[in-house]
């Protein structure tokens, strides 16, 4: 059974990721459906955008901690998974983030790397890999090219829930609908009217010059932070860290005082 869907609409490709059971973890098949999906949009001449969904409450939960990724090197799995985000900031044809859940660790990478992204009133987010031990460095180029230092840091340290309402004060996301507002697939609807009337080349041109930033700091940093990732994950700390996290206890480092 494929954890990602791909589908065709009029001029719009959607990349739904379909694995509610596991809350949308990163695991290798979503990472190769993902990256497969936006070959065929690419290829596509009469796709025009495209969409990056989710089935579930969960638009993705991170790392596939359960998962045979469990036990891959964690360099090779951190490299998998910035291929897609640079997929998607390279991608020619603008890609928008619809996010009616919950989006955490990884999957904030997979926000960021979106052209435009629209949450529902579900959507919370959340850098939350220091509570099980290791750091937010494989995203960290994208994601907090997104984000002011404070901001930035208030988000990796605290490892807090952040509101979509917030997210969207901060740059992160760019619409967070209320409850009694349009639905997350009207406001898509919206964008991709806009989009349709650009002419491809230069929205693709656009694009390029929109993501060169985020793209010359994955190209500065990209190495480092892999390694970094792989270090923290191959850890004593992040074994304890989700150790804790599939027994549903506090990990050993937590303190009341």
């Known amino acids: 059974m494929s954890v990602v869907t791909y589908t065709v609409k009029g001029s719009t490709a959607t990349i739904t990721l379909d694995s509610p059971g596991n809350r949308n973890a990163i695991s290798e098949a ?3 459906g993902i990256d497969e999906g936006i070959s065929q949009a690419v290829e596509d001449e009469t796709v025009r955008s495209l969409v990056l969904t989710h089935t579930g409450t969960v638009f993705s939960a991170g790392a596939d901690l359960k998962g045979s990724s469990k036990t891959a090197d964690p360099r090779a799995r951190a490299q998998a998974a910035n291929s897609v985000i640079r997929r998607l900031l390279t991608c020619p044809k603008p890609v928008i983030g619809a996010i ?16 435009m992204v629209v949450a529902g009133p579900q959507a919370t987010f959340g850098l939350s890999e220091v ?12 994601v907090l090219a997104r984000l002011d230092d404070r901001t930035a840091a208030d988000w990796l340290l605290r490892a807090r829930t952040v509101t979509a309402q917030e997210a969207m004060a901060a740059g992160f996301i760019t619409h967070a609908l209320p409850a009694d507002g349009p639905s997350v697939d009207d406001v898509v609807d919206d964008i991709l009217t806009d989009l349709r009337k650009g002419a491809p080349q230069a929205l693709a041109a656009s694009k390029s010059i929109v993501n060169r930033a985020v793209l010359a700091a994955m190209d500065s940093r990209e190495a480092e932070m892999i ?6 994950f191959s850890s ?10 599939f027994d549903k206890t506090p990990p050993p480092w937590v303190v009341e005082t």
């Open 100 to 115: 009616n859940g919950h989006v955490r660790a990884g999957g904030m990478g997979f926000t960021a790397a979106c052209d």
């Open 227 to 232: 390694d970094l990732s792989g270090q923290f």
């Open 236 to 245: 004593s700390a992040a074994k304890a860290g989700m150790q804790a996290f």
């Open 131 to 142: 509570r099980i031990g290791v750091v937010a460095a494989m995203i960290a180029p994208v």
């Open 30 to 32: 979503l990472l190769e």
